[in-house]
């Protein structure tokens, strides 16, 4: 199992900045894909970011230039710098991290969420 503890979520006016943390812990060996996702009241889940363990990054059009996504190997943890906040990027935001299963579908796992809230 993995565990995953999200941190760094709160209320910001529009055009100021969060980061968010997720620190994994448990059998973290085989790890090949970090991320964040987010789900805004009444809209479905999307994929914000995606660090692989290769360092390719995937990003939402809509976040393109002003969240980045970055990892800290030695503490296992990886962080969200969101910056140039619009109050449309207000959601909950979930860690998620797929790990490597022999002979079968990487094991999915996601943190309890942390809310990011931009007033305008």
């Known amino acids: 199992q993995v565990q995953l503890v999200e941190s760094g979520g709160g209320l910001v006016q529009a055009g100021g900045s969060l980061r968010l943390s997720c620190a994994a812990s448990?059998?973290?060996?085989?790890?090949?894909?970090m991320g964040w996702h987010r789900q805004a009241p009444g809209k479905q889940r999307e994929s914000v970011a995606t660090?692989?363990?290769?360092?390719?990054?995937d990003y939402a059009d809509s976040v393109k230039g002003r969240f980045t996504i970055s990892r800290d190997n030695a503490k296992n943890t990886v962080y969200l710098q969101m910056n140039s906040l619009k109050p449309e990027d207000t959601a909950l935001y979930y860690c998620?991290?797929?790990?490597?299963?022999?002979?079968?579908?990487?094991?999915?796992?996601w943190g309890q969420g942390t809310q990011v809230t931009v007033s305008s």
């Open positions: 998620r991290v797929l790990r490597h299963k022999r002979g079968a579908p990487p094991d999915i796992y």
């Open positions: 448990g059998s973290i060996g085989n790890i090949f894909l």
């Open positions: 660090l692989a363990t290769t360092g390719d990054t």
